[in-house]
């Protein structure tokens, strides 16, 4: 049962990670804010303030739409995002789920809106934030670039925002990186990826989108190598370097790779695109960054998926638990395509072997390829346009994923903010499965955990037990469940238990109210004390045709808010569960975000949940166990967890960075 450590009650930081580097912060440097205060004042302050804003905004796009029109979506307009060449940002199908257009939509006040801002995780100070773009680790620095309007909370205006970390939890926000300035970006300085040289230097490479709105790759590069913050940068004189080739849409044509040296000793770069409905990746080689040449063949193309944006490339190591450098290649290295789908907004990604003779790919298993539906993905719930990068100074390769609200655009607007990154995730093929990724919050996050409380307990059928750890909107949970042998028994030697695993899907099985044999079983986390509202992460386990168990990792959003205005999915996919391995996962709380990793990362779930009840002290934790008859034992640990520093940018922290 629960030890006897009373958890902390969340307090602030002594020391400041980013800018005490160990010793006592100069005391005049104490301006870093914590983040609850300026979240409540900021959204209060800037809300209606946006709300102004966005209803020009509107009126200023079409003078002909009212305020309603905000709330008017209809399956037959086009949004800015989709005229403008790039993939859906709203959540447009909102208003056709409430079947009822004249509903009202929930109403939110700015205590509840100003308590889904997040504590631990990575979003600017107001406005709206899309695709990470270029991270990469600098002279002692994690720089993480993104997607960023820094004029409203929606999608548009898109320039490069910028901000640095020494752990990646931490961050100082910097300056704009990269502003649309240019003929060959002035409709937006798009995504792109960043490149360190063998002599230590960088290039970006970025999408811009021209005055006349086609897609062009640009190079820049620092201004000045020996700035560890890189503030400043510079766009090549002769962009743009590369233009949509003879065949491919000017809308088709966008958010190039970091590059990776081919056997020859060129630099090799693959970049997104369809041709009719198949994505593809067209892969080019150059010596100079500035000059290219196609390859006639492509890295690969899958027929019926689409635009293919964002693609991402890497060598993952067979035997190895570190991450791999982009040019790394050999006997012992898969190669990974992920490719983030235009049409459904989902990160799909495959296991391969990579032929640099002439820069094609292709997946180990084909019933798996890339974008098709049964392909796999680096999550289930919410996590799209994601980009890895090698960090050379741990060995590790991290994953970035852009994580969109699931509510209305309204809302997003009322609260002066929109999207946020998940915690970075390290990489790596699961060497164990050898057929898919395994993914985990990076170790830097655990430096957020205070004090913890570990149970070990036995959960009887149809249990809901409450877990007392105070207040339950920041926490990192880690868990272990395993079911007991005699329940087990019971159902595989029970030839009247029907095998249910080659039916059941999370999405299209009930969610977590509905009871089978062996599940569904986990944590209700962000639930009030009546359980009005809550979000359950769960395993189910299924018996299936052959006798053989087969478990499902889920969550269930359809009961975590009374509002109507949010999208409330259930997530979740089939989990490799290997012999004699117990069920784990690890849940990630932090107001509005919920992640979920089961069996240690290889299949994961972000979700975005906005209670309305279950908030502030009222957001509690419950243990249940919804199985008809199996008896489940549960060992698992809960951290409260800390809030980041995330400081706003100001002349004297970039001065005292730039000392270090
Ligand atoms: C917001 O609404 C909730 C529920 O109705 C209420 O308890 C709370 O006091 C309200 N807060 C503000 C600032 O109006
Ligand atoms: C990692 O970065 C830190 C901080 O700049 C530095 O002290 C250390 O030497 C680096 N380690 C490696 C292996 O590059
Ligand atoms: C694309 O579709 C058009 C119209 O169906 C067809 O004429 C064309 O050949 C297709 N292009 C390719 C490359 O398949
Ligand atoms: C690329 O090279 C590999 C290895 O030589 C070969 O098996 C494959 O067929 C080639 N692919 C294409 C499209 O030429
Ligand atoms: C076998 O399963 C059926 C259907 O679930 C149930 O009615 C029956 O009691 C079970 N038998 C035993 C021996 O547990």
Known sequence: MASSDALLPISAREEDPL???????????????????????????????????YVALIATHDGSRSKDAIIDETATSTSRARLAGVSEKSNDQLWKLSGDR???????????????????????EQNWMNDPNGPLFYKGYYHFFYQYNPN???????????AVSKDLIHWVHLPLA????????????????????????????YTGSTDKSVQVQNLAYPEDPNDPLLL??????????????????????????????????????????????????????????KTYERLDTLLHAVPNTGMWECVDFYPVSKTDVNGLETSVNGPDVKHIVKASMDDTRIDHYAVGTYFDSNGTWIPDDPTIDVGISTSLRYDYGKFYASKTFYDQNKSRRILWGWISESDSEAADVQKGWSSLQGI?????????????LVQWPVEEIKSLRLSSKKFDMEVSPGSMIPIDVGSAAQLDIEAEFEIKKESIDKILGNASVVAEAEEFSCQNSGGSTVRGALGPFGFSVLADEKLSEQTPIYFYVAKGKDSKLKTFFCTDTSRSSFANDVIKPIYGSVVPVLKGEKLTMRILVDHSIVEGFGQGGRTCITSRVYPTKAIYGAAKLFLFNNAIDATVTASFTVWQMNSAFIHPYSEDVVRALSRN
Do not use: C
């Open 232 to 289: 400043k940068w510079v766009k090549f004189s002769g962009n743009p370097v590369l233009v949509p080739p003879p065949g491919i849409l000017p809308k088709d044509f966008r958010d190039p790779t970091t590059a990776w040296k081919t056997s020859e000793g060129k630099w090799r770069i693959t970049i997104g695109s369809k041709i009719n409905r198949t994505g593809i990746s067209l892969v080019y080689d150059t010596t100079d960054f």
């Open 19 to 53: 800018l005490s580097d160990g010793s006592r912060s100069d005391p005049n440097l104490e301006t870093h804010f914590r983040r609850r205060p300026v979240k409540g004042l900021l959204a209060v302050s800037f809300g209606l303030l946006f709300i102004a804003f």
């Open 424 to 436: 970075p995730r390290t990489v790596v093929l699961d060497t164990k499965t050898g057929k898919n």
């Open 178 to 205: 990269m502003v649309a300035d240019q003929w060959y970006d002035s409709n937006g300085v798009w995504t792109g990826s960043a490149t360190i040289l063998p002599d230590g230097s960088i290039v970006m490479l």
């Open 102 to 124: 004249n509903t009202a939509a929930f109403a939110w006040n700015n205590s509840m809106l100003s308590w889904q801002r997040t504590a631990f995780h990575f979003q600017p």
């Open 152 to 162: 409203a909370a929606v999608w548009g205006d898109i320039v490069w925002g910028h």
